[in-house]
């Protein structure tokens, strides 16, 4: 069975840290993807990034980067120098290659100034 | 911006009334979804469409059905809504890229309903 487990219920930083999301995912497939998604207090879900299982090369997107580990069916998000607009709910979500997603349960990051 | 809109955004019920959500796209995708979100639980898969009148139950179909007559409109019933069924909704299309589904998903802005 597919499933995403995402352990940090909520997370509280000062402003500059730098912040670690944690996502482990189960799957019996070989080819399969993973993303990111940011839900900030107004509600709406927002797509950060995909990434495929066999490209496990990391990838940095401005203060945000992403660490791939199929040896250990992680896929973390680290956040640099936090700002408080990135205060949000954050999804880790795979996709089996079929037709379903599934989403873990979020991580509430609290970013104050 | 997909061109999601979901009707209606927010909506207060009464037990035992049935309810209807709609989701509507304006691009023509093949895969539409139904999502739940709760507190603790995340976004959890009711139901999906990979195509007019072609849908499957995802991981917490009870209580709930599906409608898709037409590309553009994905329907959500609630024959009886029960307080249990108070959460906030929302659709989501894939936006296909090629072989399989592997497609990000851009979701709608969400419906609140609430089940007195």
């Given amino acids: 069975a597919q499933k995403v487990t995402q352990a940090q219920t909520e997370i509280s930083v000062v402003e500059k840290e730098d912040v670690t999301l944690d996502c482990v995912y189960e799957t019996r497939d070989t080819t399969y993807y993973l993303f990111w998604y940011k839900q900030p207090p107004s509600g709406e879900l927002v797509f950060l990034i995909r990434r495929n299982s066999f490209d496990e090369q990391n990838e940095i997107s401005g203060r945000y980067s992403w660490n791939f580990q199929k040896s250990t069916s992680s896929f973390n998000f680290t956040i640099t120098a936090s700002q408080v607009v990135d205060s949000a709910v954050y999804f880790c979500a795979l996709n089996d290659n079929f037709n379903k997603f599934y989403f873990g349960s979020g991580t509430k990051l609290n970013v104050k100034p | ?116």
């Avoid at chain 2, 959890?44 to 917490?60: A, W």
Wanted: proline share 3%.
């Fill in chain 2, 1 to 116: 911006d997909a061109g999601i809109t979901q009707s209606p955004r927010h909506k207060v019920t009464e037990t035992g009334t049935p309810v209807t959500l709609r989701c509507h796209q304006t691009e023509n995708h093949r895969y539409m979804y139904w999502y739940r979100q709760d507190p603790g639980h995340g976004l959890r898969l009711i139901h999906y469409s990979y195509g007019v009148k072609d849908t499957d139950k995802g991981e917490v179909s009870d209580g709930y059905s599906v409608s898709r007559s037409k590309t553009e409109d994905f329907l959500l019933t609630l024959e009886s809504a029960t307080s249990s069924q108070t959460s906030v909704y929302f659709c989501a299309i894939s936006v296909h890229k090629g072989q399989g589904n592997t497609g990000e998903l851009f979701f709608g802005e969400g419906s609140r309903l609430t089940v007195l």
